[in-house]
């Protein structure tokens, strides 16, 4: 069955890093769409970067020039390299797979496809 596991987050002070990892299995990874998503408190969910079976990126306007998300279709895991966090940053991160493409994808955070539990990330001020 598929599986997405999320793990790497944690508490970092404001200005700090953090990488988050996306293991995956049960689907056809390299062809798929790999997406973060994260949900604020009291907010909605949105999409924060996500990346081509190519290895193609899009990333949402807030974190462009601080997070780097890769894929390494040889281990069926996706990564978000997280840089210059600020305590806004903070949410429940959640890793996606979907068939759309990763420009899509990025701005349909409700789509119907694989989702993983989620791991939190807590920047302090």
């Known amino acids: 069955h598929v599986q997405l596991v999320e793990s790497g987050g944690g508490s970092v002070e404001a200005g700090g890093s953090l990488k988050l990892s996306c293991t995956t299995s049960g689907f056809a990874y390299s062809t798929y769409c790999m997406g973060w998503f994260r949900q604020r408190p009291g907010k909605g969910r949105e999409g924060v970067a996500t990346?081509?079976?190519?290895?193609?990126?899009s990333y949402a306007d807030f974190v462009k020039g601080r997070f780097a998300i890769s894929r390494d279709n040889a281990k069926n895991t996706v990564y978000l390299q997280m840089n210059s966090l600020k305590p806004e940053d903070t949410a429940m991160y959640y890793c996606a797979a979907d068939t759309l493409p990763a420009r899509v994808l990025i701005t349909t955070p409700w789509h119907s496809g694989y989702w993983g539990q989620g791991t939190q990330v807590t920047v302090s001020s």
């Open positions: 990346i081509d079976s190519d290895g193609t990126p």
